[in-house]
């Protein structure tokens, strides 16, 4: 084997890797769901891995099951050589972090995922420590070929997808950059070598069946326990384990019909059903899993799919499957036996992003096809199927004003007291890189794209609500705290994702 060009050539202990899903920024508010199912990206990844280089160990962590500090006592008694770290936007200072930590072993992280794929170049002309940044949908190819670097393989650097490096530790020579802003297209599972059916429906099947076990047992015992205290109320029969799965992904709004809000790439790919049931079986035997949030961005969107897989479902499973998924209340309304294969399949909670209750901002954030009517049937037809909803709803959009809020927050007291409602996310909006009203804050020049993206996200979301929206923040922070306290009364969950706890506490 060649030696490596890049990597510390001194390592006197056999090749390991750390996979790590940072956790949540200390004083991040937390969505109705949080901690109660594993981060998959990290397992994902770490299972690809170990299939493909097996004289390589691999671990993986869940940062929001452990702390930074255990993660990073991992690096010496473990003898790890190659750390990579998923990085959201609320987890990014855990990651920052991490990866100081990490550098300072002589280990340089490699990061992936949402936040480090829209800011890789600001991010690491501002942290120079970091490695490099990968940021593919789909990070399996690219962190192989790091990997066998690592190892001492002969990679052209220059081959690897999706890329951003600076000269560093890790990857010297020229500077790569990953623009994916120009570049989105190149990202889509259509154009990755690793799928060679050419097409989307069964693309997915050329990911192994996730290994569960690269997170250590208390893992899920965490998961499973924190889920039961959030959500054993809703079931009847006895959960025995959870996890998440992803055998779809994508959403059926695409170009100018995604939503303002949604910030992924969206790219549509799925598995063939046969392997949406085995990897249902499989995590069965794993970890003893009977609750499955399968979490395609939006399983609604795909009628034909949902019923392949509703056709497809094993008589012998010799268990009862509960999935979470996502869905559009539009698809549930408009498509007569949606509700009907959920059911059939075992759906039994449905994240829905019903957003505003009132039209004008509704139809400002998705378009002119939604409106409050259609939410409101569509919660109704779940209730009327037993299928659980949680719905969220997203504040202070421009369109806002103070009429519309009362609309909304009205609304949601309405759904909640009609018992349509079994989990409530509230939060005012969240300017991302990559959604629209990130983009607004930089074509505006409120924000320069070259910039690491501010550190508070509490900062950003007040300065585009305060700047650009008919209400202020705080206007949009009483609603949800009204809300809150509303949703508790009712005894149903409450949450507010991509916003800082203390907001709705002073
Ligand atoms: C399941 C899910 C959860 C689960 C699991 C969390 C997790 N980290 O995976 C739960 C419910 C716990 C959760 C919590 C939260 N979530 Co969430 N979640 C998702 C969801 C729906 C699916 C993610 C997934 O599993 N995909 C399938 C796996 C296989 O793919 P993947 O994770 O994308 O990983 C692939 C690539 O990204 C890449 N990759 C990923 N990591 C790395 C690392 C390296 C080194 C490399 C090379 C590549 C790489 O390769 C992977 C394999 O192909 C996404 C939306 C989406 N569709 O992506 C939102 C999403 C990731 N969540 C989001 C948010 C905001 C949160 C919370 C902050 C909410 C809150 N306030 O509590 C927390 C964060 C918790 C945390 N720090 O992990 C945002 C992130 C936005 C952003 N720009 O950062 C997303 C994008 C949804 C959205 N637009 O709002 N979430
Ligand atoms: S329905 Fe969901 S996944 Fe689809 S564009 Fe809207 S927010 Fe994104």
């Given at each position: 084997?060649?030696?490596?060009?890049?990597?510390?050539?001194?390592?006197?202990?056999?090749?390991?890797?750390?996979?790590?899903?940072?956790?949540?920024?200390?004083?991040?508010?937390?969505?109705?769901?949080?901690?109660?199912?594993?981060?998959?990206?990290?397992?994902?990844?770490?299972?690809?891995?170990?299939?493909?280089?097996?004289?390589?160990?691999?671990?993986?962590?869940?940062?929001?099951?452990?702390?930074?500090?255990?993660?990073?006592?991992?690096?010496?008694?473990?003898?790890?050589?190659?750390?990579?770290?998923?990085?959201?936007?609320?987890?990014?200072?855990?990651?920052?972090?991490?990866?100081?930590?990490?550098?300072?072993?002589?280990?340089?992280?490699?990061?992936?995922?949402?936040?480090?794929?829209?800011?890789?170049?600001?991010?690491?002309?501002?942290?120079?420590?970091?490695?490099?940044?990968?940021?593919?949908?789909?990070?399996?190819?690219?962190?192989?070929?790091?990997?066998?670097?690592?190892?001492?393989?002969?990679?052209?650097?220059?081959?690897?997808?999706?890329?951003?490096?600076?000269?560093?530790?890790?990857?010297?020579?020229?500077?790569?950059?990953?623009?994916?802003?120009?570049?989105?297209?190149?990202?889509?599972?259509?154009?990755?070598?690793?799928?060679?059916?050419?097409?989307?429906?069964?693309?997915?099947?050329?990911?192994?069946?996730?290994?569960?076990?690269?997170?250590?047992?208390?893992?899920?015992?965490?998961?499973?326990?924190?889920?039961?205290?959030?959500?054993?109320?809703?079931?009847?029969?006895?959960?025995?384990?959870?996890?998440?799965?992803?055998?779809?992904?994508?959403?059926?709004?695409?170009?100018?019909?995604?939503?303002?809000?949604?910030?992924?790439?969206?790219?549509?790919?799925?598995?063939?059903?046969?392997?949406?049931?085995?990897?249902?079986?499989?995590?069965?035997?794993?970890?003893?899993?009977?609750?499955?949030?399968?979490?395609?961005?939006?399983?609604?969107?795909?009628?034909?799919?949902?019923?392949?897989?509703?056709?497809?479902?094993?008589?012998?499973?010799?268990?009862?499957?509960?999935?979470?998924?996502?869905?559009?209340?539009?698809?549930?309304?408009?498509?007569?036996?949606?509700?009907?294969?959920?059911?059939?399949?075992?759906?039994?909670?449905?994240?829905i992003?019903l957003?505003?209750?009132?039209?004008?901002?509704?139809?400002?954030?998705?378009?002119?096809?939604?409106?409050?009517?259609?939410?409101?049937?569509?919660?109704?037809?779940?209730?009327?199927?037993?299928?659980?909803a949680y719905g969220s709803f997203?504040?202070?959009?421009?369109?806002?004003?103070?009429?519309?809020?009362?609309?909304?927050?009205?609304?949601?007291?309405?759904i909640?007291?009609?018992?349509?409602l079994?989990?409530l996310e509230?939060?005012?909006?969240?300017?991302?890189?990559?959604?629209?009203?990130?983009?607004?804050?930089?074509?505006?020049?409120?924000?320069?794209?070259?910039?690491?993206?501010?550190?508070?996200?509490?900062?950003?979301?007040?300065?585009?609500?305060?700047?650009?929206?008919?209400?202020?923040?705080?206007?949009?922070?009483?609603?949800?705290?009204?809300?809150?306290?509303?949703?508790?009364?009712?005894?149903?969950?409450?949450?507010?994702?991509?916003?800082?706890?203390?907001?709705?506490?002073?």
């Open positions: 084997m060649n030696k490596s060009r890049h990597w510390p050539q001194e390592w006197n202990t056999d090749p390991k890797v750390l996979l790590v899903n940072a956790g949540n920024d200390e004083g991040m508010s937390k969505i109705a769901n949080d901690g109660c199912f594993p981060a998959l990206g990290v397992l994902a990844l770490g299972t690809y891995i170990q299939k493909n280089i097996p004289e390589i160990e691999v671990l993986c962590r869940d940062g929001q099951v452990v702390s930074n500090k255990k993660i990073m006592n991992l690096y010496d008694s473990e003898n790890i050589t190659f750390l990579g770290i998923s990085v959201l936007s609320t987890s990014y200072q855990n990651a920052l972090d991490l990866a100081y930590q990490s550098a300072c072993y002589g280990i340089p992280a490699v990061f992936g995922n949402d936040h480090a794929a829209q800011t890789a170049e600001a991010l690491l002309n501002a942290h120079p420590y970091i490695g490099a940044v990968v940021g593919s949908e789909y990070g399996e190819e690219a962190l192989e070929m790091l990997v066998r670097d690592s190892i001492g393989e002969i990679i052209d650097l220059d081959s690897i997808p999706h890329l951003t490096s600076t000269s560093n530790q890790l990857i010297k020579g020229n500077p790569r950059i990953f623009d994916i802003k120009k570049k989105l297209s190149e990202l889509s599972i259509i154009n990755s070598k690793l799928n060679n059916t050419g097409s989307r429906t069964t693309a997915l099947d050329i990911f192994p069946i996730v290994d569960r076990s690269l997170y250590p047992e208390d893992h899920w015992a965490t998961y499973l326990k924190r889920y039961k205290e959030k959500f054993g109320h809703l079931h009847n029969d006895e959960i025995t384990g959870v996890t998440t799965m992803n055998r779809a992904r994508g959403c059926s709004r695409q170009g100018h019909l995604i939503c303002k809000h949604c910030d992924m790439g969206l790219d549509i790919a799925f598995s063939s059903p046969e392997k949406f049931w085995e990897e249902v079986k499989t995590a069965h035997k794993q970890i003893a899993a009977n609750v499955f949030y399968e979490v395609c961005d939006s399983f609604s969107s795909f009628g034909r799919f949902v019923k392949s897989v509703a056709d497809t479902k094993p008589k012998d499973l010799g268990f009862d499957p509960h999935f979470f998924v996502y869905g559009q209340a539009i698809d549930l309304v408009r498509r007569p036996k949606m509700v009907e294969y959920f059911k059939k399949i075992g759906v039994f909670r449905v994240n992003g957003e505003a209750g009132s039209n004008t901002t509704l139809q400002h954030m998705k378009g002119k096809f939604d409106s409050v009517a259609i939410n409101y049937t569509a919660l109704k037809k779940l209730k009327a199927a037993g299928i659980h997203v504040l202070g959009t421009e369109a806002e004003t103070p009429e519309t809020l009362t609309q909304t927050v009205n609304f949601v007291k309405k909640v007291t009609e018992g349509l079994q989990d509230v939060q005012p909006i969240l300017p991302l890189p990559n959604n629209y009203y990130g983009r607004d804050l930089v074509i505006k020049g409120i924000i320069s794209r070259r910039e690491d993206w501010p550190k508070d996200l509490g900062s950003i979301s007040r300065l585009y609500i305060d700047q650009c929206s008919g209400i202020s923040y705080n206007q949009a922070i009483e609603a949800a705290v009204e809300l809150r306290e509303f949703a508790a009364m009712y005894g149903i969950n409450f949450g507010s994702g991509v916003s800082n706890e203390s907001t709705y506490q002073s």
